[in-house]
């Protein structure tokens, strides 16, 4: 069936019926995958084709929706069970719930979306499988602020069971805004398999890995420094943790030292609040000035007199500050590792809130900025002040709240990392798994080399709660506990797993309280590629078929955070590796290179960018912008370009239309099944078409290759330049002789050629601009039902290496006579003549039968216009004659007398002329003169003295081109 059929009948007519079309460019015939009416292709092959013309412009607007619907409606996002080819899966990053559409998301929408149209097109049977985050911070952030603006109520006012309604209330209404934008992009994925991170099979995953762990003695609780925000009352993770550089202040004090009457050590700090905490000074073992304090004691200011060691430790760098180092393991991260090493004690003075607590003595309950300069004036009243001044830090501040985040040691439930890491080590070490671009390798080896402990619990009540229960002998004894916990727990898949668990260890009188944290996102999300196809059940229909998947897609700013964690995972519960691939795209700036901010204004929305320009224009800039790993500047100038590639290929499209208008029924039908890949088709054709179609085999296999290898932005480009540099801007024009010319044989293989390259140009670019591809698809003659799933260009197609080198020539002709008529200033209208002169007999007879084509190319009268061997005598340099070198052995010999103002010519030249010997001999003074030579450096002397050669090179053109035309007067 090559196009949509005019459909007669009176079933379809009582029903009101259309054909089942994607759009108002064409018709189809009309199928239901329900009901009882069905009508095939077979059913019509005999009736006429339908063919109706293209609108002016492709209406992106109105056309992607009514098209990504018609896509999805007919199941073609579907995984294809009758697929030929093994599985290819993607797992989506869920973005968060919360979430609108970015340009990150752009991006890998983008990105993931080309690869899974390709593997479709290439036969694989593809999975693309979407989902959200729950995002437990954000979302609950989120319907906190909601609840406090819209009802003056809180999280803790309304409880835990009241609040967690609220959300799940909340995600029904605002939590599909996100996957609706995604569709907007053209996301083919399958959404009758989306999966939400707290939905109930990822659940019963998440607590079955967590089970697992903890038996393993993975899971432990423990006491260590975290990420605290104090507004949020949560451990938050790395990655929600953002520094800005900001302008404080560094405080200098004196450190007295105990027993020795004014002796002190002096330190420096940018948070002395923190004094409160410390528990030792440390300097450095070789550093003269602070030897003999060594084993003596300070006295920490306004403490009351408590004292603290002074130590020796060579992490303490001399040359750094004072050369003296207060230790705080409670709240600063490498004091606390140097604590844990020379076994100081903790002392945290803070409250979750961040009030100092008692352990800060007379300023307990202070904020702790009030407390900041509270301390600071005590110290300068006791005389212990040095000096304060400005200082540029990097300050810890909370993603989601925008607060100074704190240090803080917290008793929190961890992952032991190490015997996890280790495989995923090995796994990048051995090749099972390959990351794109290679150079991250390092990165990645270097972290899980160096892996520490994984905080795993946060303060929420939006999450997984942590499937862990504390053992109680009663409810009194439970009721009265500190946080619900005690120093017994089972850890359980259910409630009921875990009664029977806690009364099998301590007896049937038990009373159970779960633990009140949850689980960071970021467990949930490390177990997504295999929890969302069934696991843990082995024999999940999806799982056994679908997994392991075979690329992640994902920005390299998570590859730690996320990519490294899945790796991990999926080794550990399934014994293999999630993928074999992790494609790491860059971050999208804007065109200044500069990161898409608020507060810098500058933030673009792929959704105006959409409405604007349409979804293919972005789409195309994304993927073609830059390579795998490298960040995107995003100028809106390169995608205004790519839609007016998409207007260009809209009117080549039309051309072909045109052409086509000629066609009777049995050319259509034969046009969308030609085939010209084998070489006894190839040989076939004239030259011009041998050309573009041996090219078109040449790109089919550079692409493919490019897509195998992930160069995703090579592929596009490739196809770009061909279609606009080769096919648009000279098979076309080439082709009109024919087209257009008194031969109807001919005419029909030019539209078939015509056909059969526009049709492997849209496959080709399809992945990246899926909408205006089949709407062209479409409308022009075809086999099968939608290009989405058409075939992919076989590979391997016969390739002319002679016509390919004979239209090049013919094009060095074509541009060296238009070259010249624009130097001559001939009229744009007028004819002229030419000879053509060829050594080689091959080329000759090319040239000779494409002369029609390059007369019309370059404007020549085709009637004075031959293809000789050697220039006839008397026309090189004579009779106003100019010759024009093409190459070795092939030259166009113009007379030109008669076909341009010849005084016209030369007063211009001479004005020329006078410019640039004015120009040449600045130059040469410059660099005749010995104090000019003696002062400027040698980099400007070289810039001088190629400017000077460049000055004279002009200057001999210029007088070659005047003698030229003077020899065109004399004649």
């Known amino acids: 069936m090559m196009r949509c059929k005019a459909i007669a009948s009176a079933g379809a007519g009582m029903l009101g019926l259309r054909c089942g079309a994607p759009g108002p460019a064409l018709l189809r015939t009309f199928s239901r995958n329900r009901g009882s009416v069905a009508m095939s292709a077979a059913a019509v092959q005999d009736a006429p084709t339908t063919r109706v013309e293209l609108p ?34 993607i797992s989506m990053p869920p973005p968060n719930v919360t979430g609108r559409l970015h340009m990150g998301h752009a991006m890998f929408v983008t990105l993931q979306d080309v690869m899974i149209r390709y593997a479709r097109m290439r036969g694989k049977n593809t999975l693309w499988l979407p989902g959200t985050d729950h995002a437990g911070i954000a979302t609950q952030s989120v319907v906190e602020k909601m609840l406090a603006k819209d009802e003056g109520v809180s999280r803790l006012a309304l409880g835990r069971e009241a609040f967690t309604q609220r959300v799940w209330e909340w995600k029904a209404q605002y939590g599909g805004f996100i996957t609706e934008q995604l569709r907007r992009l053209g996301a083919s994925c399958d959404w009758t398999r989306e999966r939400f991170t707290l939905d109930e099979g990822l659940s019963n995953a998440v607590a079955e890995a967590f089970v697992r762990l903890h038996d393993e003695g993975l899971i432990y609780r423990g006491s260590y420094m975290v990420n605290w925000s104090p507004s949020l009352l949560t451990a938050v993770s790395d990655l929600e943790v953002e520094y800005s550089e900001e302008q404080g202040s560094l405080f200098y004090f004196k450190y007295p030292v105990a027993d020795m009457d004014g002796e002190f050590l002096p330190v420096a700090t940018t948070r002395p609040e923190t004094i409160l905490g410390d528990t030792a000074v440390a300097v450095h073992p070789e550093d003269e000035r602070y030897k003999k304090y060594i084993g003596k004691e300070c006295v920490v200011p306004c403490s009351g007199g408590r004292r603290i060691p002074i130590i020796a430790d060579e992490y303490v760098d001399r040359e750094f500050g004072t050369g003296a180092l207060k230790i705080t393991p409670g709240h600063d991260i490498n004091d606390y590792e140097i604590g844990k090493r020379r076994g100081l004690p903790t002392i945290n003075i803070m409250n979750k809130d961040a009030t100092l607590n008692a352990a800060a003595g007379r300023y307990s309950g202070m904020e702790r900025f009030a407390a900041r300069k509270a301390l600071w004036a005590d110290m300068e009243a006791e005389g212990l002040v040095i000096k304060k001044e400005p200082h540029t830090s990097r300050v810890p501040r909370s993603q989601r709240s925008g607060e100074i985040i704190e240090p803080l040691v917290s008793e929190q439930w961890f992952v032991r990392m190490a015997p996890l890491a280790a495989p995923a080590l090995e796994a990048v070490q051995q090749g099972n798994i390959r990351l794109i671009p290679d150079r991250f390798e390092k990165i990645y080896n270097n972290w899980l080399e160096n892996i520490k402990d994984w905080c795993i619990s946060r303060q929420l009540w939006w999450g997984h709660r942590i499937p862990v229960w504390y053992v109680f002998s009663s409810e009194a004894e439970a009721a009265a506990a500190p946080e619900g916990r005690s120093d017994k727990w089972v850890v359980a898949r259910s409630e009921a797993e875990a009664l029977d668990k806690a009364r099998g260890l301590y007896g049937q009188g038990v009373a159970l ?95 105006e960018v959409v409405a604007e320009y349409g979804t293919d224009a972005l789409r195309f800039t994304m993927a073609t912008g830059t390579g795998a790993g490298q960040d995107l500047n995003l100028s809106l100038d390169r995608v205004t370009a790519n839609r007016n590639f998409t207007n260009k290929l809209w009117n080549a499209a039309k051309y072909v239309m045109l052409l086509l208008g000629k066609a009777d029924e049995a050319e259509w039908q034969a046009a969308a099944g030609a085939d010209f890949s084998s070489p006894a088709a190839l040989q076939a054709l004239p030259l011009a078409e041998r050309w573009i179609v041996s090219l078109l085999h040449k790109v089919v296999d550079d692409v493919t290759e490019r897509h195998d290898k992930y160069d995703f932005n090579a ?109 001559y200033g001939v009229e744009a209208g007028r004819k002229v003549a030419a000879c053509l002169v060829c050594s080689e007999a091959g080329l000759r007879e090319a ?54 103002d010849v005084d016209k010519e030369l007063a211009r030249l001479a004005k020329q002329r006078v410019k640039v010997e004015k120009e040449a001999a600045k130059l040469s003074g410059q660099l005749a003169n010995p104090k000019f030579v003696e002062k400027a450096s040698q980099e400007y002397l070289a810039e001088v003295r190629a400017q000077a050669a460049e000055a004279a090179e002009k200057l001999a053109m210029v007088d070659a081109k005047i003698a030229q035309v003077s020899a065109l007067k004399a004649q």
């Open 56 to 89: 002016k412009n492709f209406e992106a607007t109105t056309s992607e929706p009514r098209l990504y619907k018609w896509w999805e409606d007919r199941g073609y996002f579907k995984p294809n069970p009758a697929a030929t080819g093994e599985p290819f899966v």
């Open 513 to 607: 309280r779960q633990e009140e944290d949850v689980l960071d996102t970021w467990f949930s999300s490390g177990l997504w590629p295999f929890s969302t196809l069934g696991w843990p059940n082995a024999q999940a229909p999806d799982l056994k078929t679908f997994y392991p998947t075979q690329v992640m897609e994902t920005g390299h700013d998570i590859l730690f955070f996320w990519v490294a964690r899945m790796i991990m995972m999926g080794l550990k519960f399934t014994g293999q590796a999630p993928f074999h691939t992790v494609y790491l795209h860059g971050l999208v700036r804007d065109e200044k290179g500069r990161k898409m901010s608020k507060s810098l204004g500058n933030v673009v929305d792929p959704l």
């Open 715 to 823: 592929a596009g480009i490739t196809t770009y330049n061909y279609f606009w540099d080769e096919f648009a801007d000279w098979y076309i024009e080439a082709s009109k002789s024919r087209a257009y010319g008194g031969d109807p044989a001919a005419a029909a293989t030019s539209r078939a050629v015509a056909v059969y390259v526009m049709d492997r140009v849209l496959r080709l670019l399809h992945p990246f601009m899926p909408f205006v591809t089949e709407e062209l698809w479409q409308a022009l003659p075809h086999k099968g039902d939608a290009l989405i799933v058409a075939p992919w260009p076989a590979t391997g197609g016969a390739v002319d290496s002679a016509a390919l080198s004979h239209f090049d020539s013919l094009k060095g002709v074509v541009r060296s006579v238009r070259n010249a008529r624009a130097e």
């Open 847 to 900: 040239l000779s039968a494409e002369l029609p084509s390059i007369c019309l190319l370059a404007k020549l009268e085709p009637s004075q216009v031959s293809v000789v061997e050697a220039v006839p005598a008397g026309t090189s340099g004579g009779a106003g004659a100019i010759s024009l070198v093409v190459q070795e052995g092939l030259q166009v010999v113009l007379p030109m007398a008669g076909l341009f």
